[in-house]
């Protein structure tokens, strides 16, 4: 908002006493350059504004109004931001000003307390204390930009701050707490307050006023101004509380406010204190809501409840002998002990020096009540004596220093551990320091293959071990290489590559980002030793990486997971992690500044994560299915819940078609089963199915192609036809490795089963399981209306905190990510820069000896030599001249589409997103959008160059300009050039070398250092500036991050919701894994798992849960098993075994599918007897067509191309093979087979991307390019596989293990095409099987044939790409020779493709002719003929003209091109051509005379159209009362009714000695400028019109001859020193001053000129003496300097000399501010400056009082309220700050009170008005004369003021006739009535000004109708209304009204019995049988009755029932 101005008209009861003006206002003060001029260096510059802020003591300055560092931002001022020009521009300071939080609040004062909360403290009635806030709590020290403090946060969780709490106990009476050191009058707790209700909609619609928090769910009324009281929890809610589930216990009081003032309540019941343990107790029991119960345990243990209640409370029961409460006291006990035994646990160190002093008062308690005869069980000693040893470990850790947080454990080893080894349950996930700096292997047991495990502890620590140390021993061995082999073979670090990690370097935290799951961190690392990797397909830093960041040489680290990426974000070096809990704890001790080693693990950590805990978790005694697991016993029970007695399956609808119906059987029964032929299955099939459903642990093998996925769909469909036998409310749980898997397998579900689907986690595809994907079942509409009460009170309250956390940390984020995208403006690094470096920098040094105009650029671009100077210095020289063009070149050539496949790394991280419900609800990508764009905004604002905006115009070129435009000064920005600043500022910001603090010191003027030291000493400040950002983050961070975690486990609560209802859920095994809490409550007696054979054993054994009956596994472990990361425990420890494969080799029962359907006999004879041992046919794979153009089905092509390495991991890439790979698919494309046919698969990953760039979109689209491991469970017709590997060495990689060949091999139905280096293969045992194979039957070769379909004689062999030209077209090298139906030949080679020619164009010539006179078709062959388009001239018949018409147009239908000859009705001659309609509109441009007299060009159809009035551009010229002319518009100034304000600019001398900036005030408003008054002490940082605080150090006037004793700012009370000064100067004379003055720097012999020019008159004198002004380095005489100093003390003196002001330079007019020996006289002058910058400021507690009064002046408003919703909002929104000003608070009510008078007329027109032109007319003024008076430039003047008085009379004038003219019921029958009337409008009505004259007029007018056409109601004040109905005394509905709507009354029952004629008009009254005559009416106005007395309506309607 512009700050107000002074000139006008007060308005209101409010004295305006003179500005207020903010620093940053509207015009800016231009700073000082080289040549003496103040230089404008932007509108920020001056703004050192103190507002809203914390105040931060060890800050500078400690006041504060608006300026910038106002600390709220509003998403409504980035609309502003947009709009900025430059750093100079007015505008710019406005938009900076609306910003308010860009700058901090390090020195401000925020409104309210000194914690910026700008609450209101009042007392409820109970005496409870409440909080009334104008914002949210969490929001209140967001506004003042400052931290929000512990004092804040404490007041948010409980309300009220308590002090520290003293241990002393003194007796207090037993029925009840009472705490010694609280005094005041509060009630005991122990309301029955019933919960209250929150919104149960979707998710809390934010930004709809404030929100309303403190509500905690219990007991909420309303305040007196409407905010939400918050009721502590009452003893009927808390009893309710006991008969619910622990999770929900805990979920209410977590998420409670009343819990919060209840626990620091300080005088409770007894009764209540138990009732609370025994609530507490309830809430602790759940394991589930672990961060919920957590949060809990930290509100219990740091409230007063722990700290004084519970203590006081047990040592009261030792003086009770009541029986009846002794007899609970030991229950009671139990209850307390647990209570600290939950709270110790959970917070060890934080809390165990109060259970230390609970426990130490509980004992003696004890002894007490047993010695007194009360029976305590042992079992309360044994729990105490527990609970004090783990008290005595914990102080004895706290004592060695190692009790430092609260992750503390206290579980003990176990016996099963190895000696000396760590037991695995309390080891950590993450890896420690001593496994990185110690030699010592960890201990490690084999995955037991050929025998049981002793026990199932030591089951679950082998497989936690060897999981463990598979993620782990990459990174140790990694870092071990990193520490103790820094340079190898001289090789530095950063060119080295690592085999198990990969490193990053020079990485810094640079921005916190708000995630769903918590914060995360954008993080900068160096991207250049990585410019070789695509990012696309790279397995870098994918979703769930784990990544360890140190720079101690990893003594210390953390740990953090990547938490987003993007190949685009990453190719800069960007990258999004989120850092584990024990590594949060250390962030805030990270500086911006820090450089971090970074190094990533290649282990997918959080799948890691999950099944680690899991097995941490698991208890060995709840481990299902240990008989077989775990003791190997190959006998297997049927499942548990099939064993009772009647249980029978019904398998009809799993049967084959056309079968009879099975009756139901029991499946245990053998005989019982159907045949295969009923079942539809081959015989393996029908065994499977059976062993499935009978067996409790049933094993399924299915090699490829034998339907296991079939198999398993029918197993599946056959239980869930049956659930009634075991589901018992629980689903079936369907786990798979896969998301593919799981979704192919849902599908196959969701064709049976239409309803009861629940797909959990990761990245569906599939757009048939959308509907059942757990995110949109969350997302229904009626979802959380169906939740509990408790959940959505939950979900509410945290999501609230986090959103409010969310909104502080975005606009930390965006001025930390401004600062990265380029070089700040000085503005915002000012408060980090010293004073000294701050002058300098603004002393800007004149580059060519001319100061520069106009526009400037920013002084820190300047200076750092990237602004407008550098190029006006001259040409810049271009090493290459034509790189602009090269660029330009480069950007012009676009690259060919390709097929699109999918990226490695999309893949990857697809399977690793477990839960999309993990991102934002809501539409991410536009929240991001949006984001963005306002960080855009603010870095327009912020920034002086922005590297990340092409578009950005350099600093000093004028706005406007386009590239290669001269400006005014010639200099021109070329594009190489701009180019060119942006790579060195990209490359210097890159850099973390900054200025040393000593070095900073040591720079006196920063223009004299070089450029590599300015930019050093840059990255200082913005190093600094960065720093305070981060801090005044943490405290949010914290929030956000502990809300995020509480709303997850909200949102599980929710998810578990839907799961009840489901009867099938399916997830992947990590999912399952993570969701393994949630499965332990849903508790699945069923699980199939799908993929088994491919998942870790560890990974299925957290899958069940301690519930399961059933467990199905279904795989093959002879194609892909479990992929470790570490191949010696792949290997040597058996980690890869899967239990599926481990339990087969045990000889475990299982079933292996022995009939594939897929693959033809020649291709299966691959996999038999090699791969498997036996595997028949079906006999549908012998009815496959050959494949065409091929000779053979099969075939194997040898080559010796060597492969080449992929520099970025260890993938390959063979070229040859490749470009073989793609002529093959392509040339079997043109045997006409689909794209969807055919799939090319390779066996690295590598080979994608080689293929990729060989693939156009236009031809391969629609074909499936796959790596083999990711197609496993695929098929297709044709297989193309590239093996890749072929090297010298004979590695083959991977292509010797045998389940991926079986996998690579099996793929193909029809034709299988492998290519690769198969001398090399042979070597391998099973490659030389495979290949001894394919020679017998001529399936390998170094060439594959290809056979013509056209021409089967044909024949080619192919050994490269190359080869396939002999098949251009997919057939042969012959012509094509069909001839086609229009008489041509086809013009193509061969081909087998479209053989009918159907899709085949001619392309020849047309031979047709299309007209008569021969013309023959230009278009080709194929293409369809048009009319004949040849132009010949005919005449046109309706003009006779002649054109050249089309052959085929008729003349008649040719439009004349010929010019029209015609002329308009106007006279002018037509434009348009002779065939077109003429104009209707002539653009002739004609002078016109406007309704308001002048004359303008318009167009000729406007000014002959009376309707139309265009707007008059006419200069207004009126003399404004100010004197001025008036700067606007005749249109601008609506016809001189409302005039522009003022422009004129002041330029009047303030008392501070600066000119006004303001445009033509009456009354100078306060200074705007910065202050520049200060001492040797300090310096004022206010603005110059705020008072300065005066200094309180001592005078430092001194010298050895007198001492000064006064305070600083006190006039001194020592007179000047005499006494010559004995100093030498450095030029080797004696100095020229005075003892105790600065010596001046100017030397009586060195400098005569300067020193002996005559100014006062003894300059010349040999003895004189000088004085050196500090303030403008002037020189003077000192005895002439001392008389000019006292003249104004002298009376007598002339008027400007006794002026209230400093006395200036004599020379230059500069302020004499800074000077000890005039100090007295200085000080004077000050003192009586600030009593004048009080008087116009106004005194505060009057301010304050005014403010108030204004707040409640516009409740009262109640037209504005009503009818002007946004205005009145915006007026509330102002006037909930508390910094405004006295010229703000005047401005605020003058706008009040206006506004007020304009909701009036709203509500006059919406009452009174009924014809729609009036309407309409009315309308239009009211809203001129609002867009008036909410112009922003509005100041009120006098002007202003007057005019808006004026057009208000004129339109209350208006309102007024309107009101007369409707109480006229019928139509005017007088016309000269009518004519008065119409002539009264059109004055009203008129555009020009209202004068005195006129409304003179219309008063007369008005006095003459005021008896034929009575006022609005009336016509008398509502005073005389009352009496008349006191005098009269009748009740409602007596009074009536005639139709010209004269009032009368009928007396006695009210009903009109006869009629009579009105005494005023004589029209018709009253009536007959209660009937009143036509256009009478009952008269509401008068009494407010709606219906006559006598009416029936009227005993209802008159009278209020509440009164009766």
């Not at 327009?940 to 160059?945: A, E, F, R, V, Y």
Request: hydrophobic share 30%; glycine share 8%.
């Amino acid at each position: 908002m512009f700050n107000p101005r002074g000139g006008g008209q007060r308005r209101g009861d409010f004295q305006r006493r003179g500005g207020g003006q903010q620093r940053g206002g509207v015009n800016a003060q231009p700073r000082r350059d080289g040549s003496g001029q103040r230089q404008a260096s932007g509108s920020p510059n001056q703004g050192r504004g103190r507002g809203g802020g914390h105040e931060d003591r060890g800050e500078r300055g400690s006041e504060g109004g608006h300026g910038r560092c106002r600390g709220e931002w509003r998403a409504e001022d980035m609309s502003t931001h947009l709009a900025s020009g430059s750093t100079n521009g007015q505008k710019e300071r406005h938009q900076w000003e609306n910003a308010q939080s860009a700058r901090g609040g390090r020195r401000g004062r925020g409104g309210g307390d000194r914690m910026g909360r700008g609450e209101r403290k009042g007392i409820d009635k109970h005496g409870h204390h409440q909080w009334g806030t104008t914002s949210n709590v969490l929001r209140g020290p967001m506004r003042s930009g400052g931290p929000v403090n512990a004092s804040s946060h404490q007041q948010f969780k409980g309300g009220l701050n308590h002090g520290p709490t003293h241990t002393h106990f003194v007796p207090v009476p037993v029925n009840s707490i009472y705490c010694p050191e609280d005094r005041s009058n509060s009630q005991a707790s122990g309301s029955t307050t019933d919960p209250g209700v929150s919104p149960q909609n979707e998710e809390p619609q934010r930004g709809i006023g404030d929100i309303q928090r403190g509500r905690g769910g219990h007991g909420r009324g309303r305040g007196r101004n409407g905010t939400p009281e918050v009721r502590k929890l009452g003893y009927k809610t808390l009893e309710g509380l006991l008969e619910k589930e622990a999770s929900e216990v805990a979920i209410t009081l977590s998420t409670s406010f009343g819990l919060k003032i209840l626990l620091e309540e300080k005088n409770m019941r007894n009764d209540l204190v138990q009732l609370v343990c025994q609530v507490l107790c309830k809430a602790f029991q759940s394991r589930t809501d672990r961060k919920i119960v957590l949060h809990l345990a930290h509100l219990v243990k740091d409230s007063v409840f722990f700290r004084n209640i519970l203590p006081y409370y047990v040592t009261g029961m030792m003086s009770d002998y009541i029986p009846a409460r002794r007899d609970q006291y030991p229950q009671h006990l139990s209850n307390i002990i647990s209570l600290l035994s939950d709270v110790l646990n959970m917070l060890p160190s934080s809390s165990f020096q109060s259970v230390t002093m609970l426990v130490a008062v509980l004992k003696p308690t004890v002894n007490q009540l047993r010695d007194s005869g009360l029976n305590i069980p042992n079992t309360i000693d044994e729990d105490l004596e527990r609970i004090q040893g783990l008290v005595n470990h914990l102080q004895e850790k706290s004592r060695e220093g190692n009790l430092r947080s609260d992750k503390y454990s206290f579980v003990a080893a176990n016996e099963d551990a190895p000696p000396g080894e760590e037991d695995f349950r309390t080891m950590s996930i993450y890896p420690t320091p001593e496994e990185f700096h110690l030699e010592q292997k960890p201990f490690l047991r084999p995955n037991v293959m050929a025998q049981s495990f002793p026990n199932a502890r030591i089951y679950l620590d082998t497989h936690f071990r060897l999981l463990r140390e598979d993620f782990v021993r990459p990174l140790r061995e990694g870092i071990r290489e990193i520490l103790y082999n820094e340079d190898i073979d001289g090789v530095p670090i950063k060119k080295r590559r690592f085999d198990d990690i990969r490193v990053y370097f020079d990485t810094q935290l640079v921005v916190p980002l708000c995630t769903p799951t918590g914060i995360a961190y954008k993080v900068q690392f160096d991207p250049r030793p990585l410019q070789f990797v695509r990012w696309e397909n790279s397995k870098r830093l994918i979703y769930g990486s784990l990544v360890c960041l140190s720079m101690d040489n990893f003594k210390t680290f953390l740990f953090a997971t990547v938490a987003d990426r993007d190949p685009k974000l990453l190719t800069q070096g960007q990258v999004h992690l989120c850092f584990s809990s024990d590594s949060r704890v250390h962030l805030a001790r990270v500086q911006p500044s820090h450089s971090f080693l970074m190094v990533e693990t290649t282990a997918y950590f959080e799948a890691y994560r999950y099944v680690l805990e899991g097995l941490q978790e698991q208890d060995e005694n709840d481990l299902p299915f240990q008989r077989y697991i775990v003791e190997c016993n190959t006998e297997v029970y049927a499942p548990a819940y099939l064993r009772m007695e009647g249980r029978k399956y019904d398998l009809s609808n799993i049967m084959a078609e056309g079968q009879d119906k099975i009756i139901p059987f029991n499946p245990l029964t053998p005989e019982a089963w159907p045949d295969e032929e009923t079942m539809g299955l081959d015989g393996s099939q029908l065994q499977a199915l059976k062993l499935a459903l009978t067996n409790e642990l049933a094993i399924i093998q299915g090699p490829p192609g034998t339907g296991k996925t079939y198999v398993g769909l029918k197993i599946a469909q056959a239980l869930l036809d049956n659930h009634q036998a075991w589901a018992f409310g629980s689903p079936m749980l369907v786990v798979c490795y896969t998301n593919h898997a799981l979704d192919q397998f849902l599908e196959g579900i969701s064709g049976f089963l239409k309803d009861g689907i629940v797909r959990v986690g990761g990245r569906s595809n599939s757009e048939i399981l959308k509907r059942f994907s757990l995110r949109e079942l969350t997302r229904a509409a009626n979802f959380r209306k169906n939740l509990p009460q408790h959940l959505r009170r939950a979900h509410h309250e945290i999501y609230t905190q986090m959103k409010d956390a969310e909104e502080h940390l975005k606009r930390q984020s965006a001025q930390l990510e401004c600062s990265l995208r380029g070089v700040l403006k000085e503005d915002f690094l000012e408060n980090y820069i010293s004073y000294r470096h701050w002058d300098s920098l603004c002393q800007q040094p004149v580059w060519d000896g001319f100061e520069s105009v106009g526009q400037k650029s920013s002084m820190i671009a300047e200076w750092l030599c990237i602004g407008s100077s550098v190029f006006q210095q001259g040409p810049q020289q271009t090493a290459d001249g034509g790189a602009e063009a090269a660029d330009d070149e480069e950007a012009a050539t676009e690259e060919e589409e390709l097929l699109y496949i999918d990226e490695q790394a999309d893949l990857i991280q697809a399977d690793r997103i477990l839960v999309d419900a993990e991102h934002w609800d809501g539409n991410i990508q536009k929240e991001q959008m949006k984001q963005e764009r306002d960080i855009t905004a603010l870095a327009d604002m912020m920034l002086s160059m922005n590297i990340d905006d092409e578009t950005q115009q350099p600093q000093g070129q004028i706005q406007g300009q386009t590239q290669g435009q001269t400006d005014d000064q010639g200099w021109q920005m070329q594009g190489h050039q701009k180019k060119r600043i942006k790579q060195m500022v990209r490359k210097e910001l890159r850099k973390t070398s900054v200025m040393s603090d000593e070095e900073e010191s040591h720079v006196s003027d920063v223009w004299n250092i070089n450029p590599k030291d300015r930019w050093r000493l840059y990255r200082l400040w913005v190093l600094r500036y960065r720093t305070d950002l981060r801090t005044k983050a943490l405290h949010s961070e914290q929030v956000f991050q502990d809300a995020a975690e509480r709303l997850n486990e909200i949102r599980c609560r929710e998810d578990l919701c839907v799961l009840r209802k489901a009867r099938v859920v399916g997830m992947t095994t990590t999912g399952a894994a993570k969701y393994r809490q949630a499965l332990q409550e849903l508790q699945p007696r069923l699980v199939i798992v799908e993929e088994a054979a491919e998942v870790l054993e560890a990974h299925t054994i957290t899958t069940l849960s301690r519930a399961c009956q059933h467990l199905i596994l279904i795989g093959d472990h002879q194609q892909l098993r479990p992929s470790a990361t570490v191949y010696d425990l792949a290997k040597n420890f058996n980690l890869e075994v899967s239990m599926f494969e481990r339990l087969v080799k045990v000889n475990f029962p299982f079933v292996r599918l022995n009939y594939q359907h897929r693959m033809r006999p020649s291709i299966a004879r691959l996999l038999t007897p090699h791969i498997y041992s036996e595997l028949e046919n079906h006999p549908s794979v012998l009815k496959y067509d050959n494949v065409k153009g091929l000779l053979t089905n099969l075939f194997f092509v040898d080559h010796p191309h060597l492969e080449e390495e992929i520099k970025d991991g260890r993938s390959h890439q063979n070229l040859h093979e490749a470009n073989f790979v793609v002529a093959l698919c392509r040339y079997l494309l043109c045997q006409d087979y689909k794209p969807s046919q055919i799939t090319i698969l390779t066996t690295y990953t590598g080979q994608l991307h080689c293929l990729r760039k060989l693939m156009p979109s236009t031809q391969f689209s629609g074909v499936k390019v796959h790596v083999v491991d990711k197609y496993q469970g695929e098929e297709n017709d044709i297989v193309i596989l590239s093996l890749v590997r072929s090297n010298r060495e004979g590695r083959v990689g991977f292509l010797n293990i045998s389940n991926r060949v079986c996998v690579a091999l099996s793929r193909a139905k029809m034709g299988l095409y492998c290519i690769g280096n198969m001398a090399m293969l042979s070597k391998v045992t099973l490659w030389s099987n495979i290949l001894h194979c394919l020679r017998e039957n001529g399936q390998v070769g170094h060439a594959l044939t290809l056979s013509c379909q056209n021409h089967p004689e044909k024949q080619s062999l192919v050994s490269t790409a190359d080869d396939f030209k002999c098949a251009p077209e997919g057939g042969c090298e012959q012509p094509c020779e069909y001839r086609l139906e229009c008489g041509h030949v086809c013009a193509r080679m061969c081909h087998p493709y479209d053989a009918d020619h159907k899709e085949y164009n001619c392309i020849k010539n047309c031979p047709k002719v299309l007209c008569e006179l021969g013309h023959k078709c230009p278009r080709r062959c194929y293409q369809k003929c048009d009319p004949c388009q040849v132009l010949i001239v005919k005449i046109i018949p309706s003009c006779q003209h002649k054109q050249k018409v089309p052959c085929h147009q008729d003349p008649a239908d040719f439009v004349c091109q010929e010019r029209c000859q015609k002329t308009l009705t106007c006279g002018h001659p037509c434009k348009s051509t002779c065939g077109e309609s003429c104009t209707a509109r002539c653009m002739v441009k004609v002078s016109m005379e406007l309704k308001c007299g002048h004359m303008q060009e318009e167009p000729c159809y406007i000014s002959q159209d009376s309707k139309k009035e265009p707007n008059c551009w006419t200069m207004c010229g009126t003399t404004l009362k100010c004197g001025h002319p008036c700067p606007g518009t005749c249109h601008g100034c609506y016809q001189g009714r409302l005039h522009k304000g003022c422009i004129y600019e002041c330029k009047r001398t303030l008392v501070c000695s600066h000119l006004c900036q303001e445009p033509c005030v009456r009354d100078c408003p306060p200074c705007s400028l910065p202050c520049e008054n200060r001492c040797i002490h300090s310096v004022c940082k206010k603005n110059c019109g705020q008072p300065c605080a005066p200094c309180a150090e001592p005078c430092a006037w001194q010298c050895a001859h007198q001492r000064c004793t006064k305070l600083c700012h006190e006039p001194c009370d020592r007179p000047p020193c005499s006494v010559p000064c004995s100093k030498t100067l450095p030029c080797g004379h004696p100095c020229i001053g005075l003892c105790g003055d600065p010596c001046p720097d100017k030397c009586r012999v060195c400098h005569p000129d300067d020193v002996m020019e005559i100014f006062f008159g003894n300059e010349d004198e040999p003895d004189a003496r000088f004085i050196q002004l500090e303030d403008c380095k002037h020189l003077f005489e000192s005895t002439g300097m001392d008389t000019y100093m006292v003249m104004d003390e002298v009376q007598g003196a002339e008027l400007d000399q006794r002026a209230i002001r400093l006395k200036d330079c004599p020379r230059c007019r500069t302020p004499i501010r800074r000077n000890l020996r005039y100090g007295a006289h200085i000080n004077r002058s000050l003192a009586a400056i600030e009593m004048v910058k009080e008087k116009i400021d106004g005194v505060p507690a009057v301010n304050r009082h005014q403010h108030e009064t204004l707040v409640l002046q516009l409740d009262g408003k109640t037209n504005l309220r009503k009818y002007l919703h946004e205005e009145f909002a915006s007026l509330k929104e102002t006037l909930d700050t508390n910094t405004l000003s006295c010229q703000q608070l005047w401005h605020l009510e003058n706008l009040m009170s206006f506004l007020e008078s304009f909701g009036k007329l709203k509500k006059m027109e919406k009452e009174n008005i009924t014809d729609t032109d009036n309407i309409l007319v009315f309308s239009r003024k009211v809203g001129e004369g609002l867009n008036f008076l909410l112009d922003p430039t509005q100041r009120f003047s006098e002007q202003q003021v007057a005019d808006l008085e004026r057009e208000l009379k004129r339109l209350f004038y208006l309102a007024d006739l309107n009101a007369r003219c409707k109480t006229v019921l019928s139509k005017f029958h007088d016309v000269v009535l009518h004519a008065e009337v119409q002539q009264l409008r059109e004055i009203l009505q008129d555009t020009l000004p209202f004068t005195a004259g006129l409304e003179v007029t219309v008063k007369k007018m008005f006095t003459k109708l005021d008896t034929k056409l009575p006022c609005i109601g009336l016509g008398i004040t509502d005073e005389e209304r009352v009496m008349i109905l006191k005098a009269i005394d009748l009740n409602k509905g007596h009074w009536y009204k005639c139709q010209n709507g004269h009032v009368y009354a009928i007396g006695e029952c009210g009903g009109a019995m006869e009629e009579s004629k009105c005494p005023e008009c004589h029209t018709a009254i009253g009536g007959a049988n209660h009937s009143l005559v036509h256009g009478n009416a009952v008269a509401t106005e008068m009494d407010g009755a709606q219906h006559p007395a006598w009416s029936d309506a009227a005993n209802l309607a008159n009278f209020d029932l509440a009164d009766l």
